[in-house]
């Protein structure tokens, strides 16, 4: 036997590596297991190999069962190392938890996409500028410069007075660029807001309860086997053709997709465990569908929101360039449609706009992709 | 003169093991894997999955590996055939096998001279590794055609005899179908045939029969032992069941936190574990229960592997751990020449520990009745029973016309008053159905269920809805699937008292809230938590806190168990038994295994294809089954005995059996509270059983 078999492991042995050697004698636990084979008496060499001087209290927290108890054991001897431990049955149920919060991770998720994150500022921005844009600009949109006959300020390139030049009509370009950037930025975005919370408040009845479903895919099949383009074009030509009134009538059309998309993604949760689970407890429809299943929809109801705004930018160019639009108030469709006529003598009446709608259409791509990703709590830790 | 019988067949078995255990000692390894070190890079976190793992395996054995989920059993295999996930890394250690180092392997060229060819795999859902759209011999003939240098009506000759081999009845007419006509037992056995197609020298089979029902596991091992006699392949074998470990297992490797702990022959494992983990392992097993006793349990979860592991990874679960072991990895020691154990308990200065368990002795009692059966007096058999809940004539179906299937039907049960009652059947056999219809979950076709009485289906008034709705609860199987994930515990804890208003402010929501998660073990502060940083136990036990809060009366337990690992089993069946005593709770437990209910259970009816064949008291059930589909059913409950489980006679119950054309069969009371289904002559001849 080695004599450090009494030694106290101390703190003033901090430095040195023990070993401690052993043979192991006939009558300790390891020998009475059956040993049939034949083979030799086993022997059992250990190195206990405890640097001592590494343990500080900044290291002490990541033991076993917090810091008292680690504290107490340094200074233990080596007798009292091979003791049993304090058992805390709290501690083994504690093993392997972390701090979570769903906001918190999605926030964290979506900033580690540096060009979306770039992409949203860049987006916050032009869409601040569209409101301040009107400060810097020395004409106002509505006003048409070519008065009896001076056609000299007709299709004037851009230049130091004009910095977008000029329209067909010699109507300043860059704020007419700025006010119907907002104009379309507005009415997509309050669409597209529009038509998701009806299409996400009819998709989940339609997808949960099953006696509407027979009713809501005829629905579906009656309106959606009609292009929207007539009935816009009725719309407009029976109603008015304000700007109001045609994003009252996309809403009307486009939730029909939405509730689609969720009816069917819903189908895939209704008959879960957790939904079953909560019909056994009483909960009622409305809490099933705002807790049990609308939070599993966000992050493709967040992706369907951010698609949609440049797609309701690019039909209401449709729609402008069909005339069913009011164009006296200057929409991004509306100066495109405008350009088209002139663009292979004039382009920079068809770049301004367009570079806008390009830039606004990557834009939600890329931010709503990296969201939506960011929303799907498999991708948190 | 059965012991003497016994005796010598146990012998012929420990002589296996001796000659398996000298070749062990002095044969060469065919596969050696040292410190296998393996990485997973979660989105941006690095979890060690195995932390220097080393394994050698012998030509011709069959190695079990043992653990719970995410012990790192599947993901360890998965290096020998380069089969890790796209976020996997071996970052550590060499794995010699054929003069080759696998770990240094990085092409799928090089792979694919390994992979199939000389290790081949067999995973745990066959309905994933089939194409669904090939017809079966199709896809094993492209093995075949693969690997071997057969072509054309010699690949499909071949093909066909492999079909036969694996024990697929009618061949050549099967070779033809497609994957949904065959059932999941016979596809598991397709994709063994296409395993060893090419007669590969190492066959890993990960948790092959874990989605199979018991008669089929049973039919799967002994076909895989069959194989490996004939073809003369090295097995090993992954999974958490120590009553399947007994039956194939020559040697057996625990794993746990990513590191092998113990390892050994079978029998030193079964009969002188030397890990705590072990230990606690085998006498957290449900099979070995003892009527009116508690389970020991392992408390906590497995580590996360997240974060760093200090000193013995089992060490804040392990009741008599030492102080040692929290701070430094204890080494492999040798307990024998073929048996090695991680544990500082093996070393000279630790104090000895008592095994607290005897799984030999425990085991051989599994097969007799129990001795106290007469101290224990059912709800049933008193004298002033109340019956809870009444079921008559229950029948559900599913679809309508030509689809209508017949789920349930002609059921007659009645459960008492505090008793545990419990359904046990196959997958498909109805038993959920059943459980779903009392809890009205699933509407009935006919029939009525009755609660305290008076019927709970059909119209029945809003307050009584309400009232049924508190008092009769359920707990399901998966804990994954039945909490709302986007909620958390406090919210979920809470639903039913926020549907039926069930409290008087906030403070005593939350009030009711704490007290129910102390009741089932977890700490008060989870509540603010979300459902995934849980483990399965846990996640259960919140199921369970969310139907207690309801003070319910009757609580259908559908399979709680089930989806749990081994270790944590344990836990949840001792909670279910304290919450009946403290609450006098009434109990439908679901189950697919006969062995498991039965420490719990009152009373068992076992349900084959939504008719229960025969209903019994508990120990009554195991000394005279008498319908053949309940045999069948407890001759294939696999046992932790090696001895006992590899000598087993399986009996197979074919429904063809029955002729059932003139005799029409009744639901008899064969012998007081022993139902069974069966037509006349039947009956006599079980009659004829009890007397004998």
Same mark, same amino acid.
């Given at each position: 036997m080695p004599k450090n078999k009494e030694t106290a492991l101390d703190v003033r042995y901090a430095n040195s590596n023990i070993e401690v050697q052993t043979e192991l004698p006939a009558n300790t636990a390891a020998s009475q297991g059956p040993n049939p084979y034949g083979a030799d008496e086993s022997k059992n060499a250990v190195k206990l190999d405890i640097d001592y001087s590494? =343990?500080?209290?900044?290291?002490?927290?990541?033991?076993?069962?917090?810091?008292?108890?680690?504290?107490?054991? !340094?200074?233990?001897?080596?007798?009292?190392?091979?003791?049993?431990?304090?058992?805390?049955?709290?501690?083994?149920?504690?093993?392997?938890?972390?701090?979570? $919060?769903?906001?918190?991770? =999605?926030?964290?998720?979506?900033?580690?996409?540096?060009?979306?994150?770039?992409?949203?500022?860049?987006? !916050?921005?032009? @869409?601040? !500028?569209?409101?301040?844009?009107?400060?810097?600009?020395?004409?106002?949109?509505?006003?048409?410069?070519?008065?009896?006959?001076?056609?000299?300020?007709? +299709?004037? $390139?851009?230049?130091?007075?004009?910095? +977008?030049?000029?329209?067909? @009509?010699?109507?300043?370009?860059?704020?007419? =660029?700025?006010?119907?950037?907002?104009?379309?930025?507005?009415?997509?975005?309050?669409?597209?807001?529009?038509?998701?919370?009806?299409?996400?408040?009819?998709?989940?009845?339609?997808?949960? =309860?099953?006696?509407?479903?027979? !009713?809501?895919?005829?629905?579906?099949?009656?309106?959606?086997?009609?292009?929207?383009?007539?009935?816009m074009t009725l719309i407009a030509l029976m109603i008015g053709q304000s700007t109001l009134i045609m994003a009252v009538a996309m809403i009307a059309f486009y939730w029909l997709g939405t509730a689609r998309n969720i009816r069917n993604l819903v189908f895939m949760y209704r008959d879960r465990e957790y939904n079953l689970a909560s019909r056994c407890l009483g909960t009622g429809l409305w809490r099933i569908l705002t807790k049990n299943i609308f939070p599993y929809l966000i992050s493709v109801i967040v992706l369907r929101l951010a698609l949609s705004i440049p797609g309701i930018i690019a039909y209401e160019t449709t729609l402008s360039y069909l005339g069913l639009l009011d164009i006296t108030t200057p929409s991004l469709g509306i100066l495109l449609r405008d350009a088209r006529s002139n663009f292979l003598a004039y382009p920079y009446l068809l770049i301004f706009p367009a570079a806008i709608v390009s830039l606004i259409t990557v834009t939600f791509y890329l931010v709503g992709n990296a969201f939506s990703d960011a929303c799907d709590p498999r991708n948190h830790v | 003169m059965s012991e003497a019988i016994k005796n010598m067949q146990s012998s012929s078995v420990e002589m296996e093991f001796a000659a398996r255990a000298k070749q062990v000692l002095s044969t060469e390894p065919i596969l050696s894997a040292r410190d296998v070190e393996v990485e997973f890079t979660l989105r941006g976190q690095k979890l060690k999955a195995i932390r220097r793992c080393s394994l050698d395996l012998y030509d011709g054995e069959t190695l079990a590996i043992v653990g719970e989920s995410g012990s790192g059993k599947s993901v360890f295999t998965k290096t020998f055939v380069g089969m890790l996930d796209k976020n996997g890394k071996v970052t550590g250690g060499n794995i010699i096998y054929d003069g080759k180092d696998l770990a240094k392997f990085t092409t799928e060229s090089q792979w694919r001279t390994i992979r199939g060819k000389k290790i081949a795999m067999v995973t745990q859902?066959?309905?994933?590794?089939?194409? #669904?759209?090939?017809?079966?011999?199709?896809?094993?003939?492209?093995?075949?055609?693969?690997?071997?240098?057969?072509?054309?009506?010699?690949?499909?000759?071949?093909?066909?005899?492999?079909?036969?081999?694996?024990?697929?009845?009618?061949?050549?007419?099967?070779?033809?179908?497609?994957?949904?006509?065959?059932?999941?037992?016979?596809?598991?056995?397709?994709?063994?045939?296409?395993?060893?197609?090419?007669?590969?020298?190492?066959?890993?089979?990960?948790?092959?029969?874990?989605?199979?029902?018991?008669?089929?596991?049973?039919?799967?091992?002994?076909?895989?032992?069959?194989?490996?006699?004939?073809?003369?392949?090295?097995?090993?074998?992954?999974?958490?069941?120590?009553?399947?470990?007994?039956?194939?297992?020559?040697?057996?490797?625990?794993?746990?936190?990513?590191?092998?702990?113990?390892?050994?022959?079978?029998?030193?494992?079964?009969?002188?574990?030397?890990?705590?983990?072990?230990?606690?392992?085998?006498?957290?097993?449900?099979?070995?229960?003892?009527?009116?006793?508690?389970?020991?349990?392992?408390?906590?979860?497995?580590?996360?592997?997240?974060?760093?592991?200090?000193?013995?990874?089992?060490?804040?679960?392990?009741?008599?751990?030492?102080?040692?072991?929290?701070?430094?990895? #204890?080494?492999?020691?040798?307990?024998?020449?073929?048996?090695?154990?991680?544990?500082?308990?093996?070393?000279?200065?630790?104090?000895?520990?008592?095994?607290?368990?005897?799984?030999d002795k425990l085991s051989r009692k599994m097969n007799e009745p129990q001795p106290s059966v007469g101290e224990i007096v059912h709800p049933?058999?008193?004298?002033?029973?109340?019956?809870?809940?009444?079921?008559?004539?229950?029948?559900?179906?599913?679809?309508?016309?030509?689809?209508?299937?017949?789920?349930?039907?002609?059921?007659?049960?009645?459960?008492?008053?505090?008793?545990?009652? &419990?359904?046990?059947?196959? &997958?498909?056999?109805?038993?959920?159905?059943?459980?779903?219809?009392?809890?009205?979950?699933?509407?009935?076709?006919?029939?009525?269920?009755?609660?305290?009485?008076?019927?709970?289906?059909?119209?029945?008034?809003?307050?009584?809805?309400?009232?049924?709705?508190?008092?009769?609860?359920?707990?399901?199987?998966?804990?994954?699937?039945?909490?709302?994930?986007?909620?958390?515990?406090?919210?979920?804890? &809470?639903?039913?008292?926020?549907?039926?208003?069930?409290?008087?402010?906030?403070?005593?929501?939350?009030?009711?809230?704490?007290?129910?998660?102390?009741?089932?073990?977890?700490?008060?502060?989870? &509540?603010?938590?979300?459902?995934?940083?849980?483990?399965?136990?846990q996640r259960q036990r919140i199921g369970i806190a969310r139907s207690l809060i309801m003070q319910p009366e009757f609580i259908v337990a559908d399979e709680p168990i089930s989806a749990l690992d081994v270790s944590i089993r344990a836990q949840v069946l001792n909670l279910l038994n304290d919450l009946k005593k403290e609450r006098g709770l009434t109990y439908l437990f679901i189950a697919h295994d006969l062995s498991v209910v039965r420490f719990i259970s009152d009373r068992i009816a076992v349900i084959h294809k939504g008719r229960i064949v025969e209903l019994a008291e508990a120990e009554e059930l195991f000394r005279h089954p008498l319908h053949p589909y309940t045999k069948a059913l407890l001759s294939a409950v696999p046992n932790p005995n090696p001895y006992l489980e590899r000598e087993k006679k399986l009996l197979v119950y074919e429904p063809s059996m029955h002729d059932y054309s003139e005799d029409k069969p009744i639901w008899c009371e064969i012998i007081p509270e022993h139902f069974v289904y069966g037509n006349q002559a039947e009956l006599a001849q079980y009659e004829q059983e009890i007397k004998a």
């Open positions: 590494v =343990v500080d209290t900044d290291t002490e927290k990541k033991y076993g069962r917090g810091i008292v108890h680690v504290k107490n054991r !340094f200074r233990m001897p080596e007798k009292q190392l091979f003791q049993f431990a304090e058992y805390h049955a709290q501690e083994a149920e504690r093993t392997g938890y972390s701090n979570y $919060s769903y906001w918190k991770s =999605v926030w964290a998720n979506f900033l580690k996409k540096k060009v979306a994150v770039i992409m949203a500022i860049v987006f !916050f921005a032009l @869409l601040i !500028f569209t409101f301040i844009a009107p400060l810097f600009s020395k004409y106002d949109a509505a006003t048409v410069r070519v008065d009896g006959q001076d056609l000299s300020r007709m +299709f004037t $390139s851009p230049n130091s007075e004009f910095w +977008f030049g000029t329209d067909s @009509l010699g109507c300043d370009y860059w704020c007419q =660029v700025w006010s119907a950037t907002r104009t379309s930025i507005i009415l997509s975005v309050s669409v597209s807001l529009g038509q998701i919370a009806v299409g996400v408040i009819i998709g989940l009845l339609w997808g949960y =309860v099953r006696k509407l479903d027979h !009713f809501f895919t005829e629905l579906y099949n009656f309106i959606d086997n009609i292009p929207t383009i007539i009935y | 859902d066959p309905m994933t590794s089939l194409n #669904p759209l090939k017809k079966i011999g199709i896809q094993i003939k492209e093995a075949i055609e693969l690997n071997q240098p057969l072509r054309g009506k010699a690949a499909k000759a071949e093909a066909i005899k492999l079909l036969e081999l694996v024990g697929i009845a009618d061949a050549a007419r099967r070779y033809n179908q497609y994957p949904h006509e065959f059932s999941g037992g016979m596809r598991q056995r397709v994709v063994i045939a296409i395993a060893v197609a090419c007669n590969p020298q190492i066959l890993i089979c990960d948790e092959p029969t874990t989605a199979l029902d018991v008669t089929i596991q049973a039919q799967i091992l002994e076909l895989i032992r069959k194989l490996q006699k004939e073809k003369h392949m090295t097995i090993i074998y992954i999974t958490h069941d120590l009553g399947v470990v007994a039956n194939v297992a020559d040697r057996v490797a625990v794993m746990y936190a990513g590191q092998i702990i113990e390892i050994g022959m079978a029998n030193e494992i079964f009969f002188n574990p030397r890990h705590p983990y072990t230990w606690a392992l085998l006498s957290a097993m449900p099979q070995l229960g003892v009527k009116g006793e508690k389970l020991p349990a392992i408390d906590g979860t497995p580590p996360n592997l997240f974060n760093e592991v200090h000193g013995d990874s089992f060490a804040p679960r392990n009741k008599k751990a030492l102080n040692v072991d929290f701070l430094e990895e #204890p080494p492999m020691f040798d307990v024998t020449p073929t048996h090695q154990a991680k544990t500082w308990m093996l070393d000279v200065r630790a104090p000895e520990v008592q095994q607290t368990i005897d799984v049933h058999q008193e004298p002033d029973r109340e019956a809870l809940v009444e079921v008559k004539d229950l029948q559900v179906t599913f679809g309508s016309g030509k689809k209508k299937f017949v789920a349930v039907d002609d059921v007659n049960f009645t459960i008492y008053k505090g008793e545990t009652f &419990s359904l046990v059947g196959e &997958s498909g056999s109805g038993k959920t159905t059943i459980g779903r219809a009392l809890v009205r979950i699933n509407p009935i076709t006919n029939g009525e269920v009755l609660y305290r009485g008076q019927p709970i289906t059909g119209k029945i008034s809003k307050e009584r809805d309400v009232e049924v709705i508190r008092k009769c609860q359920m707990i399901f199987q998966d804990p994954m699937a039945s909490l709302n994930e986007r909620a958390k515990v406090d919210y979920i804890v &809470s639903e039913g008292l926020y549907n039926h208003h069930l409290y008087e402010n906030e403070k005593d929501r939350q009030d009711k809230v704490k007290r129910a998660l102390e009741e089932v073990g977890l700490l008060p502060e989870f &509540s603010s938590r979300f459902p995934h940083e849980f483990s399965g136990g």
